[in-house]
């Protein structure tokens, strides 16, 4: 009886250690904040990620990246499927923020007036994340990226205010969508494409590249070799190759996979960090 005691003793120990290794261990700060809008009916949720560094301590400020989500998902995605993005904060001293995009593409829609992504995201959620969090005010100090619709966000997002970011990437974006002429919602913001085909290409980041030649932002971009983006992205990296745009272009075997995307923000992360303190 004793050595079946220290033996059943011993498995509960066991259990609880591995119990223990299972769960994330977050050293930094996680909140989940609310923004009004003034162009939506309803309030925006944002999860910011803070690290613990003595400059924060203090009241310095610290770099930022914005971090967003792809169709579908909300502002806990990026954390869902990255669960120690927490420790990647606290090891390149950054914040990242990561709101709900709310299927918008993050544009202004030239058809659904209600959804005026862009507007809200500089002139709400920016400033009054700003006030809270005591972010940088400058381009130099903010970076922007996200998965999926997300990257195509931050494109579009950068170009269209290259004033806020310094820096801008994209894991697996939708960097043209004309190739997805039914897909997901488009249709509802841009309209159908042989009535709009004009719009399309505007609204289309690829067709924006002087801008980023313009403004001189650091630029990384990913995708899998078998992602069905990865012809977009291809098209895009040899487009500012021809024009002589410096970026950084990553592509290894991998699909449109929260997996695959975990495993490229660390990269990016890493790239920003670089940038701020270049």
């Not at 593409?105 to 507007?119: F, L, R, V």
């Not at 449109?256 to 490229?264: E, L």
């Given at each position: 009886m004793v050595f079946t005691s220290k033996f059943n003793l011993i498995k509960v120990s066991l259990l609880l250690l591995i119990l223990f290794l299972k769960l994330p261990c977050y050293s930094s700060n996680v909140e989940e904040v609310v923004i009004k809008s003034s162009g939506f009916s309803y309030p925006v949720k944002v999860t910011?990620?803070?690290?613990t560094s003595p400059e924060l301590e203090s009241g310095m400020v610290v770099p930022t990246v914005y971090l967003l989500n792809g169709y579908d998902?909300?502002?806990?995605?990026?954390?869902?499927?990255?669960?120690?993005?927490?420790?990647?904060?606290?090891?390149y001293g950054l914040r990242i923020i990561c709101p709900d995009g709310l299927n918008s593409?993050?544009?202004?829609?030239?058809?659904?007036?209600?959804?005026?992504?862009?507007?809200f995201f500089v002139k709400d959620l920016m400033p009054q994340l700003r006030l809270i969090y005591n972010l940088p005010d400058k381009r130099e100090l903010t970076a922007i990226t996200g998965f999926s619709m997300g990257g195509h966000g931050a494109f579009w997002l950068a170009v269209h205010y290259p004033n806020l970011f310094g820096a801008v990437g994209s894991i697996s974006g939708g960097l043209d969508l004309r190739g997805f002429k039914t897909n997901w919602n488009l249709r509802e913001h841009l309209g159908p494409y042989n009535e709009n085909e004009k719009l399309w290409?505007?609204?289309?980041?690829?067709?924006?590249?002087?801008?980023?030649?313009k403004h001189k932002f650091a630029i990384i971009f990913d995708c899998g070799v078998d992602d069905f983006f990865y012809s977009a992205n291809m098209q895009?990296?040899?487009?500012?190759?021809?024009?002589k745009i410096p970026h950084d272009f990553i592509s290894r075997p991998g699909a449109?996979?929260?997996?695959?995307?975990?495993?490229?923000i660390e990269y990016q992360l890493l790239f920003f960090h670089k940038f701020f303190h270049k």
């Open positions: 910011v990620i803070s690290p998902g909300d502002h806990q995605s990026w954390l869902k499927s990255v669960p120690h993005l927490a420790l990647l904060a606290d090891r593409w993050y544009w202004d829609s030239p058809k659904e007036k209600e959804m005026a992504y862009a507007s290409s505007n609204y289309t980041v690829t067709s924006h590249y002087s801008e980023l030649q895009f990296h040899n487009l500012l190759l021809e024009h449109h996979t929260h997996s695959y995307s975990a495993n490229s």
